[in-house]
């Protein structure tokens, strides 16, 4: 079983809504469990900055596929909920980031594992550090709450009254 932490983002249409049909969405796929959902926070866009705010958060799931399996079905889940393909760092309905999969590193060019941008920024590190501030980055070998007050990203991280609210599957 796998320690899995998914960034969760949405900027376009019902954003809320599109949250939660993808935590549902991963938390009824084989193999995965839901452990925690972080808050969800109103942040700023990255890169392109024409854009509306993001509504943002991190799940962390149990899962016995490998990263590669779990990579595939980040993407068909973003697919099956409704996003539909636009620019790098443009507005989407859903955006599925594979942060951690355990403390597995991978450094290939298609295939990054952790995320190489997590260091970086809040948006994730925020969400992230209120479920698993305890959690060590295998690669800068330090907590997330360290990753935390180390980033240097100021972007806005505002609290949302919005919540996902996943009932447990019937067995």
Known sequence: MHRVFVGLGSNRGDRHLFLSEATK???ALPGWSLQHVSSL?????????NQPFFLNGVAEFKCTAEPEEILKSLKETERLV???PSERWGPREIDLDLLYVGSS???ESAFQLPHP????RNFVLVPLAEIAP????PVHQCTVKELLRRC???CSVQKSPLAIHVPPLES
């Open 25 to 27: 969405a991963l938390q």
């Open 41 to 49: 926070y109103e942040t700023e866009p990255v890169g392109n900055k």
């Open 82 to 84: 409704g996003r539909i």
């Open 105 to 107: 590193v991978r450094q």
């Open 117 to 120: 941008e997590i260091a970086d």
């Open 134 to 137: 305890e959690f060590v980055d």
């Open 152 to 154: 240097t990203d100021r």
